[in-house]
């Protein structure tokens, strides 16, 4: 009988997902928090980086070579936003064919400067395919984190949710917002906080995993963009920021916090089911 | 007669080569001094950020993934310890086919890992090749920069160089050297430094370019890696700091500087030249 030969795991990342990994680099010590939105380095300050790259978040014909610098220093500062941090420098990298135009790389260093936030350094190289990574640096004088949420807070978002989803759909490019004024006021207070980037079931998960509490949440009340759908809310890029508070203020409140854990998403008081987006099951969930 | 039709410029980065990519960005003002090796953001802060992309700066069958990792991380702080600067913290972005085995991204992280510096924070991404996105943070009391080197400096090399393009040549894989502690040690007097990645001739010419002298090189004092030769200079990717300084202390001096510009390379007392190494002219100058 033939004994089981001695081989190392094969376990492919397209199986694990992008969670899994993270999960796993944390567990064997290898990474720090990297899931978060942003890291916290002491004395305030909250750094952020994040890869958009041609064919997986972005395509050509869908997307000016503008829109794509706007975009990749939004997400990244929309991740300082959601650490209630002001952004105060960027680095960016940008992967590049070699037939690239000048002009088309001016063009989307132009996007980036309309984020407002000045580049201080980065790298250019040659690659095959486009990809942009962009750090994004702030200052922060309280950062609410994912875990913080309790049962009696209220759920909180910046926005009508839905835009980025309705806009795929359309065949149209949505403009993320950058929510750094809300985000600097809800970290007064807030015990949780993070952007909406990976769907509002997902993100609303993250929070209710790292936090002590189940996130209940009411789609009656929450505010579509124009022309979005609930199932929109699946899709995520919204950039809005989720926030877990005592202290509404003037945002709108979509749910609360429970006792118990996971996450439940109701529509006219019915349980529903919302997907999200994750890295390397694209093909699943889109 | 026909009027010449109104269109844009379509000068490819092939033809204009990274450095003029990078002149064109600063002369409009849309980035502030990417080329450095590092920014400085006030209160000692340096940051620093560069990709690896596949097939252009690595090959799989010439390096394993745990190489990738330390390299991925070694050459970034290589660019910190040419800012005199100790680093801190690390954030990894990672772009990865969804085929990639988790076994190869652990070995990836442990290859970070043995540079010593932690990671906490990053982004993991599908990609149709491999990249890796390093940013490396750290403090410095003070940064040489590349400007200050004055007639009269003497220059300086951290150890023997060569080691790479040697390497590159026999199809083996030569490990950065992370000169961490040479570089605060040089620092601390130095009018200007730098890490050497993109060959000797080249590197100088940074300097030069920056400074308001001209760098005179003599290839009879520059130590040789072993099994290296003096045209393996021009390969770069050597990871030792070249600094200008009036203290050479142990390190090995290999030229100076003198009133005027550019940089003259001499064996036995005759003019030479060296190649170097620029992206997107990538297959001119390999």
Redesign the interface.
């Known amino acids: 009988m033939p004994r089981p030969s001695v081989r ?7 199986e ?1 997902g ?1 969670l899994g ?2 999960a ?2 944390e567990r ?1 010590g ?5 899931a ?1 939105d ?2 916290q ?1 002491g ?1 305030g ?1 909250v ?5 958009l ?1 041609e ?3 972005f395509r050509f014909d869908r997307l000016s070579w503008r829109e794509l610098g706007f975009r990749a220093a939004a997400v990244n500062i929309s991740d300082l936003a959601a650490s209630g941090a002001r952004p ?2 960027l ?3 940008l ?9 088309d ?2 063009s989307l ?2 996007g ?2 309309e984020a407002g936030v ?12 486009v ?1 942009v ?1 962009v ?1 994004a ?1 702030g200052q922060a004088d309280r950062v609410p984190g994912r875990s913080g949420a309790l049962p009696g807070d209220k759920l909180v978002v910046t926005g009508p949710l839905g835009a980025a989803g309705a806009a795929f759909r359309a065949r149209r490019y949505a403009r993320p917002p950058v929510r750094v004024e809300e985000g600097i006021e809800l970290a007064r207070d807030a015990h949780a906080m993070l952007d909406l980037s990976d769907g509002l079931a997902r993100d609303a998960g993250h929070i209710a995993a790292r936090s002590a509490c189940r996130l209940l949440i009411e789609l009656d009340l929450v505010p579509l963009a124009p022309g979005a759908t609930h199932e929109d809310l699946g899709f995520g890029e919204d950039y809005e920021l989720l926030a877990a508070t005592l202290d509404p203020g003037e945002f709108t409140v979509i749910g609360r916090c429970e006792p118990g854990s996971g996450v439940e998403i109701r529509l006219e008081g019915r349980p529903v089911a919302l997907s999200g987006w994750e ?2 099951r ?1 093909r699943e969930t889109r």
Chains 1, 2 share one sequence.
């Open positions: 190392r795991s094969s376990v492919r990342l397209s694990l992008e990994l993270l796993e680099l064997q290898l990474a720090e928090r990297i978060d942003a890291a380095l004395d300050l750094v952020t980086q994040d890869s790259v064919g997986v978040h105060e420098t680095l960016v990298s992967g590049l064919p070699g037939e690239t135009e000048l002009d790389v001016l260093y132009a980036i400067a000045p580049v201080r350094g980065g790298d250019t190289t040659e690659a095959a395919s990809f990574t750090t640096i890295h390397f694209l």
